[in-house]
């Protein structure tokens, strides 16, 4: 077969040729890398965002129940707590408390305790110091924090979650003053006392929170590892806790029949669990579920 060659043309040959070679090279490795570490800054902050958003959506509380506890012998009948500053650091707390039972009584006119069943959902641990329970009713709204006060009976039990918010079913009578300084946590006369910053004084029993600080107390029920433990509680899926609520206290006398109340449990991050019922027409007894 006869072969022509082409007179007319010629190849880039050359020094010249080879610069423009291997800058055209250069160019398109730098561009490479450039895409290559966008690509990467890319892929990792997608990855936090997906994190977080797993978090935020897979996380969160649901609110199982919402139980009741009607007496006109309430803590707000029976408790006095007052802090003053005396020297230093120093607070003296005054406990005051007297009751004067009837076990015969058939209406019971105001709802004084709320015990709020909560469970955290599948997603990321939720920590109970920074989650906030609303509550409000058509007069007032209020926003409680942890108080301090957590009552454990995953491992024994208890035979009343409503047992802290009351005496017992006859005359008993307290009157001490304690000395103390600002520490939280000190056992007193069977109760739990929480001195807060600035000499707030916060006194529970039993996981129930006894004076009208804007604050929620902890009745642990189940906790299979143990994390409710410690100064910051945290719930993990699984965990079963009461969030008590002194509503007579804070909304004195308390809750009245057919009375209209809504509320969130709202944690740190993730869905808040809702709480919203309308009470009964009466109450007949002590006890009453209200969602």
Known sequence: MAMKYLKNKKGAIGIGT????????????VAAAVIINTAGK???????????????????IQVIKVIGYADENSTDDFINITGNETTGINVTINYTAFKISNSTQSQYPYI???????SPNIGDQIDLTSTIVVISNKDKKMSLVYSGIIKHADINGTDNIFKGLVLEPYNETVNNTHFTTTSDGIYYNGSYVVV??????????????????????????????????????????????????????????????REHISGEVIPEYGASGIIEFITPSTFSGKVIDLQ
């Open 18 to 29: 080879l610069i423009i070679f291997i800058a055209l090279v250069l160019v398109a490795a």
């Open 42 to 60: 890319l892929q990792q902050k997608a990855s936090v965002v997906g994190q977080e958003s797993t978090k935020q959506v897979a996380s969160g």
């Open 112 to 118: 004084k305790g709320m015990a709020i069943l909560i």
């Open 196 to 257: 807060r910053k600035g000499y707030d004084v916060i006194v529970g029993k039993d996981g129930w929170v006894l004076n009208n600080a804007p604050a929620f107390g902890i009745i642990v029920l189940q906790d299979e590892d143990n994390s409710t433990y410690g100064s910051n509680p945290t719930i993990n899926y699984g965990d079963k806790v009461i969030l008590t609520v002194n509503i007579g206290a804070l909304l004195n006398p308390g809750i009245s029949p």
